[in-house]
């Protein structure tokens, strides 16, 4: 019996990671679990994002987890360093892959970082960058409305491109910057609005797609490749919510048709 | 006391991956071992290979390194998994990393290998890329003509262009391929030249930089960064051969100006 590797995150989000690990990792088996009742975790207290992670992840430790991705910026910057203390599997965040994928990339050593507004706030991105490379210039710039963009289905019409642009015209005060990292695990669904905008020059790095290197990566250094030789088995999709956002852009973005969805409860 | 990350190669290919290392992870210490006298590697014989690797890991243990780096395509399909089971520390070769970072980046799951005619006989970056994701269409073509091009300076001259596009004829013959693993470390010295006869299509993929990425990765799993604020050490580079070729590469090449360099004997 194969071990699943864990996926959580506050919402949908984490389905950007999701996509990426099965694209990366086919012989893989997943389960996520989105707590989309409480969703976001943003503006929660910091208490309340420790305890609702350590619920999520107490769930899914009794599918027998191999691997636990925390597919969630505000989650990954509060809680990661607990979790990898006290679980007795390995713990992948985000925010690392992300900020060393920044450092591979620029050839300028000045990176930009875009999220909600807590992640930038919380200055985990250049924490994690500046301690790796301390001569980086970066610059971090909350983009509130990509969020209800995504969410909403608006990324879509004519008028989404109007709203990246004028979130993004920071960039021009920063000719020097040629790696942009997409610091919220939404953000990867507008990546091409986002590359048109900030031009051929910039880089722009998908936490989520990094994640999937890093964990193929940890994968191999802990030997724990799943040797499935037969059948794939579709990713579990759980949620503490509604299903039907996750119906829709598990078939309309993801290509996760099979992924079966189940909605469940944590006390 | 830091302890440093021993790098090794069979002579100076690996100077790329030195490189890397020292760019991506500038507050790291490094000590470089190219064994340029019995170079190259490629066309000895197997139980050669495992003893020399094994001479030069045992030098560089000396030393108290924390990781080890294999940054010889050769030495990796050879002798990684004995030196993974046996030594006390963590291993890194080329291959994997390459192979990873190509998953990622292909959308069309088509990909290329160019490399020595020993490496791309091995399959090593084939079978390493298929155990992942089998669904993969792979190609690998040597392109014994890259490391004597290289080795002798006239990659700068203005034939090398002609010589890099008729070992690249290849890739006319398959319009879906969309990235290209640089299978050996000789090659991101060329990687211009590389990508003007590939064109903008095709994402060429140095095993050098990807490695790097990973020994990152792996700094943070086992907590071993260095935490080192000061002043930066320069790497350490020795050799079994003849200091002159490091010297010029390590000064024009490799902005290792400050690298000191030693000739040692190994037995």
Redesign the interface.
Known sequence: MEQPIGVIDSGVGGLTVLHELKR????EKFIYLGDTLRCPYGPKQEHEVIQYTWEMVTHLMTFDIKMLVIACNTATALVINQLKEQLPI?VVGVI??GA??A??ATKTNHVGIIGTENTIKSKAYETALK?????LTTVGVACPKFVPLIESGQFTEPGALEIVKESLEFIKDHPNLDTLILGCTHYPIIQPLIEEVVGEQITVLSSA?ET???V???L??YNM?NSLEGKLEEPVILTTGSLNVFQHLKEEIFQLKSASLKQITLS
């Open positions: 990366q990792l086919p012989k390995p690392e892959p060393r994928a450092i591979k301690s790796i490379k301390p001569s797609v999937g290197f890093e193929s990566t940890l191999t250094f490749y």
